[in-house]
């Protein structure tokens, strides 16, 4: 099994640039995370989804989209790239919700200048 | 609402002593409690958690964590530290019932030869 696989797992943007994270994850899991993780502080919850068709905005959606089309597939979107979204984003995913394990991505470490 | 504080941005031992992470909670509602552990350039690994059943919990590569509901603690420790113990460590919370989990800053260990 390959787990929760990220692409790209590096990325530079220009201000105003828009990318797309991809995400996807083999265990038949209905529930998907975003994180970002800046240092120092912890993770924060961008977005989730507890199955397809179905998304909720987490603890810092603002300048971000989600759409969950498959179980497998949890694409990030960032439009109009600014730098305080030079970060590193971690998918996640998890079988039972937040009292499940979550397994992680290898992250995606994106800079915007 | 729920908070994690993990005391203690860093934590150096020497190899062979004991490993002591320190974790409080804040949770209305009995929690489930995680141990998460980072190594460089990777996404988070579960060590350990807890979901309300014996208090001292039992994780990989000899880690444990003992909640203490008086305390409202969920602490990490590991008898003797290894090279290969040197990483970033994560504790995180969920209320049972709720549906995000939420982060602690993290602890970088580093264990000196």
């Known amino acids: 099994n390959a787990g929760v696989t990220q692409t790209p797992k590096f990325r530079i943007l220009k201000i105003g640039q828009s990318m797309t994270l991809q995400c996807t994850q083999d265990?038949?899991?209905?529930?998907m995370y975003w994180y970002r993780q800046d240092p120092g502080m912890g993770l924060k919850l961008i977005y989730y989804?507890?199955?397809?068709?179905?998304?909720d905005k987490g603890e810092v959606p603002n300048g971000y989209n989600v759409s969950r089309s498959t179980t497998e597939d949890f694409p990030l979107r960032l439009e109009l790239a600014a730098p305080s979204q030079t970060s590193v984003y971690f998918c996640?995913?998890?079988?039972?919700?937040?009292?499940?394990?979550?397994?992680f991505g290898p992250g995606t470490r994106l800079t915007v200048l | 609402a729920q908070s994690v504080t993990q005391l203690g941005s860093h934590v150096s031992v020497s190899e062979g002593a004991l490993v002591l992470l320190r974790c409080n909670y804040s949770?209305?509602?009995?929690?489930?409690l995680f141990w998460y552990v980072q190594y460089p350039n990777q996404g988070l690994q579960l060590l350990l958690k807890?979901?309300?059943?014996?208090?001292l919990v039992k994780g990989i590569n000899g880690f444990e964590a003992e909640f203490k509901k008086s305390e409202t603690s969920f602490h990490l420790t590991k008898p003797s530290a290894h090279m290969s113990d040197a990483a970033e460590y994560f504790c995180?919370?969920?209320?049972?019932?709720?549906?995000?989990?939420?982060f602690g800053a993290g602890t970088r260990l580093f264990v000196k030869a």
């Open positions: 996640a995913s998890g079988g039972a919700g937040d009292t499940d394990t979550q397994y």
């Open positions: 265990m038949n899991h209905n529930y």
């Open positions: 989804s507890v199955g397809a068709g179905i998304t």
């Open positions: 949770s209305s509602v009995p929690p489930y």
């Open positions: 807890y979901t309300s059943a014996a208090t």
């Open positions: 995180a919370v969920t209320d049972t019932g709720g549906f995000k989990t939420i």
